[in-house]
């Protein structure tokens, strides 16, 4: 064979399986599954941080790193068949956002895929874990969802002294609010103030709610953190501000788009949080090497603007402790 047609046989066969080289690279880029009980809209900062973290880690969507999305959009019904696609699909790590619903539902259907988890409650009572050091396949970020609860109503109480009655909103299909109404009842005996709950179990069931409120007459209202209220805040402080009912919130997002004020941990932080341990895990390091982290960074957010609008003085005592005050 001349020396000419060897190289135009041999650039022939680079060129041929070039592409094929090409596939096989993109098929061995690490996949992520975000699974969510939420909704899209609400999402976009909660995977913005996650995705924070992943670079942190040194990986970047499109670049060395894929994305599958499932959201649930408040229906814990859709979540099982959500986990099972994404564990078809197959991906690498199940990132589960919105609660401990989603990541119950990634536990059922694989033993294999490690999943992170991003929740408000204990994951040991929640069932996802066993151990908190020695979380098996699954691990990721929690806070101590019961301690900041009281607080809440600690901090509503001092916005408003004169109160007696205290309302609280409470999702009866989240195994979340067992721990929340097993904290406020003691919590608010131990400030003198007398308590009723009133339940939302979707999100039509938010206008009725409140009509209880109002119609108990309560005096202010704890919003506690939960898949369902975190996933329409918008809809929640337009009903506390048409009703003129003075709120605590789980998250700085609710004051920022017009609550009364927040009290809690830091979600974007969390979240940033589950991303590195997520690029952990696609680095080889184990989920069980990884313990759940106990997030200790709590925020408090103060609207001055919506203090105005509903006759209230914040206290200079609750103002120097703010993190962050809206005007």
Not at 37 to 65: K, M, S
Not at 189 to 209: C, H, P, Q
């Amino acid at each position: 064979m001349r020396r000419r047609d060897f190289i135009k046989l041999i650039g022939g066969s680079v060129a041929t399986a070039w592409p094929l080289v090409a596939r096989a690279q993109q098929a061995a880029m690490p996949v992520i599954g975000f699974l969510s009980i939420g909704v899209p809209r609400f999402d976009a900062a909660r995977l913005a941080a996650v995705r924070q973290g992943l670079a942190e880690a040194g990986y970047v969507e499109g670049r060395n790193l894929a994305g599958e999305y499932r959201s649930a959009e408040g229906s814990q019904d859709r979540l099982a068949a959500m986990a099972l696609e994404l564990v078809r699909r197959p991906v690498d790590v199940i990132v589960a956002i919105g609660g401990p619903a989603p990541a119950l539902a990634a536990k059922a259907v694989t033993t294999t895929i490690p999943i992170v988890f991003i929740i408000s409650s204990d994951p040991v009572k929640q069932g996802l874990v066993a151990s908190l050091n020695r979380p098996g396949n699954v691990t990721g970020v929690s806070n101590l969802v019961g301690v900041v609860v009281a607080k809440q109503l600690e901090m509503l109480h001092e916005m408003i002294p004169r109160a007696a009655l205290i309302g609280a909103l409470a999702n009866p299909t989240d195994r979340a609010t067992v721990q929340y109404t097993g904290v406020l009842p003691a919590a608010a005996k131990m400030l003198g103030l007398r308590l009723f709950v009133a339940n939302a179990a979707t999100e039509s069931d938010f206008e009725t709610a409140f009509a209880e409120l109002v119609q108990q007459r309560v005096d202010a209202v704890v919003v506690p953190s939960d898949a369902l209220f975190n996933s329409v805040p918008n809809e929640i402080v337009a009903l506390a501000a048409r009703h003129r009912l003075p709120a605590v919130y789980a998250y700085s997002e609710f004051a920022r788009i017009g609550g009364l004020l927040s009290y809690g941990g830091s979600f974007s932080e969390r979240c940033r949080q589950a991303g590195l341990y997520t690029g952990r895990i696609l680095k080889g390091e184990k989920p069980t090497e990884l313990p759940v982290i106990q997030s200790t960074r709590i925020e408090l957010i103060l609207n001055l603007k919506t203090a105005k609008a509903l006759g209230l003085t914040v206290p200079l005592s609750l103002l120097g402790r703010a993190d962050e005050v809206i005007e």
